[in-house]
């Protein structure tokens, strides 16, 4: 079972340069997530989506756009990268829209020049 | 987004109880209080979940007060595998704009 797919794993990217992070799930998940993790700041959450067709922005969201076109795909894309988006991505997944568990992708590391 | 707050960093030693505090002041009535762990390199991963009272399963143990602004998590007799960021965040019923925080450090020393 592979349970949340990201990629790329790591990527170093040219400032301005537009880049798509892939998230895939197998689970049949409802709501999907993405956040980013910054040395000092925790994990901050960039977008979610409850179920497909629907987004919802989180606490840092600009910069970045997502799209839920159907249940197991949610990618991240960002339009034209600056240095401050350097950072490490997670993809996450959870079952329903009231709570419960999520679960974690191993995350892509993006490095922006 | 409900905040919490935990403590920066803790050290504990080897074969140690270890009790790691939340802080969830504007917990509203439907929020249910969820703990995870991230080693380094890796996704968080759910260690337990609770809403009051408290909650027990096979790595831990969740401490809930009855006003339900703080909760403790209990790591029983720890090993150096343990050393993980520990993350505490509320989740509202209904809402999955959810917030980690910046989680406590925890170092098992020998």
């Known amino acids: 079972i592979a349970g949340i797919t990201q990629a790329p794993t790591s990527q170093i990217l040219a400032a301005g340069r537009r880049m798509t992070l892939r998230c895939t799930q197998d689970m049949r998940h409802n709501a999907m997530y993405w956040y980013r993790q910054d040395l000092g700041l925790g994990l901050r959450l960039i977008h979610y989506?409850?179920?497909?067709?629907?987004?919802g922005k989180g606490e840092v969201p600009d910069g970045y756009s997502v799209s839920r076109a159907n249940t197991d795909d949610f990618p991240l894309t960002l339009a034209s990268a600056v240095p401050s988006q350097t950072s490490v991505y997670f993809c996450?997944?959870?079952?329903?829209?009231?709570?419960?568990?999520?679960?974690f992708g191993e995350g892509s590391r993006l490095t922006v020049l | 987004l409900a905040k919490t707050t935990q403590p920066i960093s803790m050290d504990s030693y080897e074969g140690q109880e270890v009790n790691i505090t939340c802080s969830h002041n504007n917990i509203a009535t439907n929020d249910y209080i969820t703990w995870y762990q991230q080693f380094p390199s890796q996704g968080p991963r759910f260690i337990i979940q609770?809403?009051?009272t408290k909650v027990t399963n096979e790595v831990a143990s969740l401490f809930i007060p009855a006003d339900r602004k703080s909760s403790t998590l209990s790591l029983p007799r720890v090993s150096l595998s343990d050393t993980a960021v520990y993350y505490c965040l509320v989740q509202p019923y209904g809402n999955n704009r959810l917030a980690f925080g910046k989680g406590n450090q925890v170092v098992v020393i020998p």
């Open positions: 609770g809403y009051k």
């Open positions: 989506s409850n179920t497909a067709g629907t987004t």
């Open positions: 996450a997944s959870s079952a329903g829209t009231s709570g419960g568990e999520l679960f």
